[in-house]
């Protein structure tokens, strides 16, 4: 018995030992790579929030507690955690078990070894100040791709082409016809407009919405209103 109590110390001790020592390896280039998974939802800027809280100043920050998120679920409000390395590997590998009912829409990364990655960069990129930081803006949730599929961040709308200016919409039936600056008109089945609202500094003009492609076919795309306010009053009913 005590054979068997000595040799399942030593595999915890070795379970143990190999994890830290995946993390101590972690390879920020890889972890970068990692990241773009992430950073369909999150951005590295300060305070440019997405589908999840901007991540910039993560390490020390208790879960929950960004005051520019809004949207963060009762679970993570209340959770008594404080982000570090433990607590981060432990919610990159499976959120739910670190905080029970929370509503991130993420099954986790099973491998060590990728999290050890991807926890390295992190550690880096969310320094204040820091260039990793600044390639957010470049990365884009994936880049161009992310967006077209409906993910990640969209380019500031406050400047547009004329082919994303809207001027005129309409709505007939099953069908919204959608005039832009160039003179174009698009017309989109009513499941494949998404009409959406964003009031931040990225944001278009008031009663300047903006047409973003989001189908890699063009039948797709989203509308963005500066306010919900506007959503009724600018679209017509006409056949």
Known sequence: MKGL??????????????VFVAF????S?????????????HSLQPDQNMTGPSLADLWGRRAG????????????????????????????????????????????IKDARQRADLLVFLKQATQP???LAQQDGQMGGMGGMAGMMGGGRVPN??????????????????TYTITTADGQTRKFWERNLR?????????????????VRAGMMGDRADLIFADPSEISGLIASKC
């Open 5 to 18: 109590y000595v040799l399942a110390v030593a595999m915890l001790v070795t379970i143990s030992f190999g």
């Open 24 to 27: 101590s390896e972690g390879n």
């Open 29 to 41: 280039a890889r972890g970068q790579r990692v990241f773009g998974t992430c950073a369909t939802c």
């Open 65 to 108: 507690s960004l005051p520019s998120f809004r949207r963060y679920s009762p679970a993570l409000e209340s959770a008594n955690v404080v982000w570090n390395d433990k607590t981060l590997d432990e919610w990159v590998e499976d959120p739910q078990h670190l905080v029970p009912g929370n509503q991130m829409t993420f099954a986790g």
């Open 129 to 131: 100040g820091t260039s």
């Open 157 to 174: 709308l406050k400047s547009l082409d004329a082919s994303e200016r809207v001027q005129e919409i309409s709505y007939c039936k099953d």
């Open 195 to 211: 009409l959406k609202t964003d009031a931040s500094g990225d944001g278009p003009e008031k009663n300047a919405p903006a047409l």
